[in-house]
């Protein structure tokens, strides 16, 4: 994307605005610049800098402060963006309408840029759980193909009711929660009017639910305090009757706000989120949750899957015509997964290998050397996957380096053997890093360096 800007009003400073969106290098993920100050300092958007929930999500670092950043962020999870450097002169984003929509038209303005990087996400496996017995939050997220968001409300008002939403797919946040405005109760605005804690507010950026009957110089008084000629409110309960984009946007902009404090985690994730009465504060404490389960179980995520149910891209049969390598010394089964820059093949360890019967004959263990074979012969598909003729030439492994066994392998285990490109290949030299995974255990890795050469044809 190309640098875009917008000009507004902070919710609840009042203040003038501007903001900048500008592109980033691969990881640099979503950070804050606050020009205004000395030395300009940046802030990340993540959920150990946060300091405030209580109008809004609110970080700071290095003596800089971030206001209400959870449009913005929802709108970058929303389209895609996962490197960005957004600038302010001032504390606060700008409110706009109060939901994300101006932000997701501001970066569809100037268009998105794909960079060459992989994009890590984060599996969540098993379910994460966040219960807040004071204000009755249950937060749940579940395993999940998509990176989907339940939310319910139910803030026991005849007016709103009990609502939810749900969006099944991140690409449909454009159209069916972008534009989903934030919400309040009038009681809740007189107060915060009172005690001049919302400068920046109007009936513009705000649904403004009225939770009580209102008489004809309560009216009049909010008229003057929103700068509107006439304030009314029939049946629907809205003041000034504002349209619902939807009837229930109040759960959908409640979706929202879990999708921009739920950005903080600083991974994209792949989970089902359930949020019943979900709010910043809980939204935070559920992130924290989440960005901990990451950290801990972060080695998981480079895993390849297994799926026996799958078909092979190369069967045994294949691989036999592929490599020189033939019984008792063929040590790959099947190939599960290839491509220019990586390869996972499989391994069935049985108690009928030869090698089983004299190496550790009462206490049989795969020789360590044998599972670096294993390697080495997967890996040399991948060195010649990007000839035509792979036929015509050998793969022979030159350097051998930074090998660890950390777990034993025993008969029965399936191998996974993933081998990776360190380097683009070059003059026929292959360097690759190599992984052997029994279940969700590493049990060995080096780093090997192959020389491919033409067969000579005497």
């Known amino acids: 994307m190309n640098p875009v800007t917008l000009h507004g009003v902070g919710l609840h400073t009042g203040e003038r605005v501007t903001m900048t969106m500008k592109p980033a290098n691969p990881g640099f993920g979503i950070r804050f610049r606050r020009i205004d100050l000395p030395e300009q300092p940046i802030v990340k958007a993540d959920v150990d800098y946060v300091v405030d929930t209580s109008r809004g999500t609110t970080l700071e670092h290095g003596g800089a402060r971030i206001n209400t950043i959870e449009h913005v962020l929802a709108a ?138 209102l008489e004809q110089g309560e009216l009049e008084r909010l008229s003057k305090i929103f700068n509107h000629q006439n304030i009314e409110v029939k049946q629907e309960g809205i ?7 939807f009837p229930n946007e109040p759960a959908r902009h409640k979706l929202l706000d879990v999708i921009g404090d739920l950005a903080l985690v600083g991974h994209s994730i792949k989970a089902h989120i359930i949020a019943s009465r979900p709010g910043h504060a809980s939204n935070v404490e559920f992130a924290k949750k989440i960005k901990q389960y990451i950290k801990k179980n972060k080695h998981l995520s480079d895993i390849p899957h297994y799926d026996p149910n799958q078909p092979a891209i190369y069967d045994i049969a294949q691989i036999e015509r592929a490599l020189p390598h033939k019984f008792p010394f063929l040590l790959v089964d099947k190939i599960i997964e290839l491509s220019d820059t990586h390869v996972v093949g499989i391994k069935n360890a049985t108690f009928n290998e030869h090698f089983f019967q004299g190496h550790f004959p009462g206490n049989p263990v795969m020789p360590g050397v044998l599972q670096i074979e294993a390697l080495a012969q997967t890996g040399g598909i991948l060195a010649l996957n990007n000839y035509t003729d792979p036929e015509n030439y050998d793969t022979y492994f030159i350097k051998i380096d930074k090998v660890r066994f950390k777990q034993r392998v025993l008969p029965g285990d399936t191998l996974i053997l993933k081998l990776e490109l360190i380097n683009p290949i070059r003059r026929g030299i292959c360097e690759m890093r190599g992984t052997v995974y029994v279940g969700n255990k590493l049990v060995t890795e080096a780093e090997l360096v192959a020389q491919i050469v033409k067969k000579d044809k005497r």
């Open 76 to 213: 970058c999870v929303g389209m895609g963006i996962d490197n960005v450097l957004i600038e302010l002169d001032k504390a606060e984003l700008p409110i706009l309408d109060g939901s994300s929509k101006q932000f997701i038209e501001a970066i569809e303005s100037v268009g998105l840029q794909e960079q060459d990087a992989k994009r890590v996400v984060y599996a969540i496996d098993s379910n994460i759980h966040y219960f807040d017995p004071v204000k009755n939050v249950d937060m749940l997220a579940v395993p999940s193909n998509e990176y989907q968001i339940t939310t319910l409300i139910d803030f026991n008002s005849p007016i709103l009711g009990t609502q939810h939403a749900t969006l099944k797919h991140i690409a449909e946040f454009k159209d069916e929660v972008a534009p989903c405005r934030t919400f309040c109760f009038l009681h809740e605005v007189e107060y915060l009017l009172e005690n001049n804690l919302i400068k920046g507010g109007d009936l513009d950026n705000a649904i403004v639910v009225v939770d009580k009957v």
């Open 239 to 245: 003041l000034n009757n504002v349209q619902l984009h």
